[in-house]
């Protein structure tokens, strides 16, 4: 006798499991993946931060190192304003005053070229660190300086590009400070 199978013989009545099993697994791989992604994306802002924060630092170290090598600049105790001097460029020199404006002119030039809105200050603060994320005003005037002399570089850190100043001198948007005593 022979014996015949049906199609059907063998198979269970289950149609279709794995087939959801499947799309479950890759509902959940897809969900590793967009976690995979965020930390990445994560990791970009943090690396972009740390190289704004060690640029400022180098920056406002070497503004220190360019002050500490002209102290008469610091007795006259004023952030200069003007253009850089080609003079002080050339072998033909320049003034000493003429030498701090070119200086801080190019650096200027140099914070606004590597940082976000990039930008510095010198001056006279008693309280340099007020505990004031972006505490970029000084307390001290030209004629009366009365604390240690500082350089604060400040740049905008988040996504935030608008800069906006309260009436103390505070930067109020997303800014952070980065401030070396002389």
């Known amino acids: 006798m022979k014996s015949t199978l049906s199609p059907n013989a063998g198979r269970s009545r289950q149609t279709g499991v794995s087939l959801l099993e499947v799309l479950i697994a890759i509902l ?4 590793g993946m967009l976690g995979m992604l965020g930390l990445i994306i994560n990791s970009y802002k943090l690396t972009s ?4 924060r060690t640029i400022a ?13 002209n ?7 004023q952030t200069p304003s003007g253009t850089a001097q080609a003079d002080c460029l050339k072998s033909a020199g320049c003034t000493a005053d003429e030498m701090y404006v070119t200086d801080f002119a190019m650096w200027s030039a140099r914070l606004a070229a590597m940082l976000p809105a990039g930008a510095g200050t010198v001056c006279s603060d008693a309280t340099p660190n007020d505990g004031v994320p972006g505490a970029w005003a000084c307390d001290a005037v030209a004629a009366n300086p009365t604390g240690p ?3 604060k570089v400040c740049w905008i850190e988040g996504q935030s590009w608008q800069v906006t100043t309260a009436g103390d001198g505070t930067k109020t948007s997303d800014w952070e400070c980065v401030r070396t005593n002389l």
């Open 71 to 77: 102290v008469l600049i610091l007795a006259k105790f």
């Open 28 to 31: 959940i791989l897809s969900f």
């Open 57 to 69: 630092a180098q920056q406002a170290y070497s503004m220190a190192d360019t002050l500490r090598s």
């Open 149 to 151: 002399f500082v350089v």
């Open 49 to 52: 931060s740390s190289n704004y």
